[in-house]
Protein backbone atom coordinates (compact mmCIF):
# COMPACT_ATOMS: atom_id res chain seq x y z
CA UNK A 1 0.00 0.00 0.00
CA UNK A 2 2.92 2.61 1.16
CA UNK A 3 4.85 2.09 -2.68
CA UNK A 4 1.33 2.51 -4.29
CA UNK A 5 0.35 5.57 -2.03
CA UNK A 6 3.82 7.30 -2.92
CA UNK A 7 3.54 5.93 -6.67
CA UNK A 8 0.06 7.54 -6.42
CA UNK A 9 1.01 10.75 -5.06
CA UNK A 10 3.99 11.30 -7.35
CA UNK A 11 1.91 11.04 -10.12
CA UNK A 12 -0.84 13.02 -9.15
CA UNK A 13 1.60 16.13 -8.04
CA UNK A 14 3.07 16.10 -11.81
CA UNK A 15 -0.28 15.34 -13.71
CA UNK A 16 -1.60 18.37 -11.36
CA UNK A 17 1.34 20.59 -12.05
CA UNK A 18 1.11 20.39 -15.70
CA UNK A 19 -2.91 20.58 -16.34
CA UNK A 20 -3.43 23.48 -13.64
CA UNK A 21 -2.54 26.71 -13.82
CA UNK A 22 0.92 25.97 -14.77
CA UNK A 23 -0.20 24.56 -17.89
CA UNK A 24 -1.67 28.26 -18.78
CA UNK A 25 1.68 29.52 -18.77
CA UNK A 26 3.71 26.54 -19.89
CA UNK A 27 6.00 28.20 -22.27
CA UNK A 28 6.35 31.19 -20.46
CA UNK A 29 8.36 29.10 -17.54
CA UNK A 30 9.68 26.45 -18.79
CA UNK A 31 8.43 23.93 -16.29
CA UNK A 32 10.38 20.78 -16.49
CA UNK A 33 10.14 17.67 -13.86
CA UNK A 34 12.72 16.83 -11.82
CA UNK A 35 13.79 13.81 -9.11
CA UNK A 36 10.41 12.83 -6.80
CA UNK A 37 11.30 12.11 -3.16
CA UNK A 38 9.15 10.17 -0.40
CA UNK A 39 10.14 10.51 3.27
CA UNK A 40 8.69 7.82 5.64
CA UNK A 41 8.30 8.62 9.55
CA UNK A 42 11.67 6.58 10.20
CA UNK A 43 13.87 9.00 8.22
CA UNK A 44 14.31 12.66 9.44
CA UNK A 45 12.31 15.49 7.28
CA UNK A 46 14.68 17.40 5.12
CA UNK A 47 13.76 20.86 4.49
CA UNK A 48 15.47 22.15 1.27
CA UNK A 49 16.24 25.89 0.76
CA UNK A 50 13.61 28.19 -0.41
CA UNK A 51 12.93 31.53 0.94
CA UNK A 52 9.12 31.56 0.03
CA UNK A 53 6.18 28.75 0.73
CA UNK A 54 2.55 28.75 -0.06
CA UNK A 55 0.65 26.52 1.88
CA UNK A 56 -2.47 24.96 1.71
CA UNK A 57 -3.64 22.62 4.72
CA UNK A 58 -6.52 19.46 4.20
CA UNK A 59 -8.46 17.21 6.46
CA UNK A 60 -10.30 14.21 5.30
CA UNK A 61 -9.43 10.15 4.87
CA UNK A 62 -6.29 12.10 4.44
CA UNK A 63 -4.48 14.95 6.76
CA UNK A 64 -1.95 17.01 5.55
CA UNK A 65 -1.13 19.64 3.32
CA UNK A 66 0.63 21.00 0.22
CA UNK A 67 3.78 23.26 0.09
CA UNK A 68 4.74 25.31 -2.89
CA UNK A 69 7.87 26.31 -2.25
CA UNK A 70 11.07 28.26 -4.06
CA UNK A 71 13.64 30.97 -3.66
CA UNK A 72 12.71 34.47 -3.42
CA UNK A 73 13.29 35.13 -7.16
CA UNK A 74 11.48 32.24 -9.37
CA UNK A 75 8.86 32.70 -6.47
CA UNK A 76 8.34 36.64 -7.46
CA UNK A 77 8.83 35.72 -11.65
CA UNK A 78 5.97 32.69 -11.15
CA UNK A 79 3.85 34.96 -9.48
CA UNK A 80 4.22 38.08 -11.98
CA UNK A 81 3.62 35.24 -14.65
CA UNK A 82 0.39 34.31 -13.05
CA UNK A 83 -0.29 37.92 -12.08
CA UNK A 84 -0.07 38.90 -15.20
CA UNK A 85 1.97 41.60 -14.67
CA UNK A 86 5.46 42.97 -13.70
CA UNK A 87 6.72 42.26 -9.90
CA UNK A 88 9.37 43.66 -8.04
CA UNK A 89 9.31 42.03 -4.78
CA UNK A 90 7.47 39.49 -2.87
CA UNK A 91 4.57 42.15 -2.30
CA UNK A 92 0.68 41.39 -1.86
CA UNK A 93 0.19 41.30 -5.44
CA UNK A 94 3.05 38.26 -5.53
CA UNK A 95 1.09 36.72 -2.08
CA UNK A 96 -2.13 36.41 -3.31
CA UNK A 97 -0.42 35.34 -6.78
CA UNK A 98 1.44 32.57 -5.38
CA UNK A 99 -1.04 31.32 -2.57
CA UNK A 100 -3.91 30.80 -5.61
CA UNK A 101 -1.37 28.93 -7.60
CA UNK A 102 -1.02 26.84 -4.56
CA UNK A 103 -4.99 26.59 -3.65
CA UNK A 104 -5.64 25.41 -7.66
CA UNK A 105 -2.46 22.78 -7.02
CA UNK A 106 -4.33 21.76 -3.83
CA UNK A 107 -7.56 21.18 -5.45
CA UNK A 108 -6.27 19.54 -8.47
CA UNK A 109 -4.70 17.05 -6.16
CA UNK A 110 -8.04 16.60 -3.58
CA UNK A 111 -9.74 15.49 -7.04
CA UNK A 112 -6.69 12.78 -7.60
CA UNK A 113 -6.72 11.30 -4.11
CA UNK A 114 -10.13 12.04 -2.93
CA UNK A 115 -13.09 14.29 -3.07
CA UNK A 116 -14.09 14.29 0.62
CA UNK A 117 -11.35 16.63 1.65
CA UNK A 118 -11.26 19.93 3.00
CA UNK A 119 -8.90 22.76 2.29
CA UNK A 120 -8.14 25.29 4.28
CA UNK A 121 -7.15 29.15 2.15
CA UNK A 122 -3.69 29.50 1.34
CA UNK A 123 -0.80 30.83 3.37
CA UNK A 124 2.69 31.98 2.99
CA UNK A 125 5.68 31.35 5.69
CA UNK A 126 8.90 33.25 4.68
CA UNK A 127 12.69 32.84 5.67
CA UNK A 128 15.68 29.84 4.76
CA UNK A 129 16.62 29.17 8.73
CA UNK A 130 15.29 26.27 9.66
CA UNK A 131 13.10 27.81 12.60
CA UNK A 132 10.91 30.04 10.13
CA UNK A 133 9.73 26.98 7.84
CA UNK A 134 6.97 25.77 8.45
CA UNK A 135 6.09 23.04 11.09
CA UNK A 136 5.27 19.72 8.95
CA UNK A 137 2.27 17.78 10.56
CA UNK A 138 3.43 14.54 9.65
CA UNK A 139 7.08 13.60 8.74
CA UNK A 140 5.59 11.47 5.95
CA UNK A 141 5.65 13.28 2.53
CA UNK A 142 6.06 12.96 -1.18
CA UNK A 143 7.89 15.79 -2.86
CA UNK A 144 8.27 16.65 -6.71
CA UNK A 145 11.29 19.05 -8.18
CA UNK A 146 10.89 21.56 -11.05
CA UNK A 147 12.91 23.69 -12.69
CA UNK A 148 11.74 26.58 -14.64
CA UNK A 149 13.37 29.42 -16.94
CA UNK A 150 13.42 31.42 -13.29
CA UNK A 151 15.20 29.00 -10.79
CA UNK A 152 13.85 25.40 -9.46
CA UNK A 153 11.12 24.73 -7.00
CA UNK A 154 9.50 22.13 -5.05
CA UNK A 155 5.98 20.49 -4.47
CA UNK A 156 5.54 18.58 -1.28
CA UNK A 157 2.25 16.53 -0.05
CA UNK A 158 3.13 15.49 3.62
CA UNK A 159 0.21 13.59 5.27
CA UNK A 160 -0.75 11.72 7.62
CA UNK A 161 -2.39 7.75 7.79
CA UNK A 162 -4.39 7.62 4.51
CA UNK A 163 -7.94 6.19 5.47
CA UNK A 164 -9.06 6.39 1.67
Known amino acids: MKLALQSTLIKAIQEAMHETAMAFFYTDIGLQDGPALTMEESQPHLTHRADVTAIVSFQGPIAGGVHLSAPSHAAIALAATFAGEPIESFDTTAQDALGELTNILAGALKSRISDNIDLTPPRIVYGTDPQDRPTI ?18 VEVFHDEVTV
Open 137 to 154: LSEKSTRCYFMTTHGPLY
